[in-house]
């Protein structure tokens, strides 16, 4: 997996997440709660990123599914969010992923109510 193509790809996705974000409402100093996908290419990998990952989130599910990927999916504690925070979550998601052999699918947003 080559981390920078896919850092440029998650920071690319993350502009427009950000537009829309705003167009929403959210501004800088709102908190939100981020769910987040990782497509690992084995059970191995899977788990030991789900370890990886278990100190930040509030809940991960992993999975196997067809054509022998695994879906690691989860959650974060709620965060207060800015563009260059969410910047910073995704290089880290996108390294973490990267060191488990594993891409990060990208994350969406639970609104507040």
Known sequence: ???QREL??????LDIIWEQLQGCGIATG???TLDFLYIAPNQVEAEDLSRALHP???SIECRGL???KWYIEGQT??????KEILEEWVTS???LGCQHKSQFDGFGAMMPE
């Open 30 to 32: 709102c908190q939100l």
């Open 77 to 82: 504690q709620p965060m207060t969010v800015s």
């Open 56 to 58: 930040l989130t509030t």
């Open 66 to 68: 067809l054509f022998k």
């Open 93 to 95: 998601m996108v390294e």
């Open 8 to 13: 440029k790809r998650c920071l690319a996705a």
């Open 1 to 3: 997996m080559n981390y």
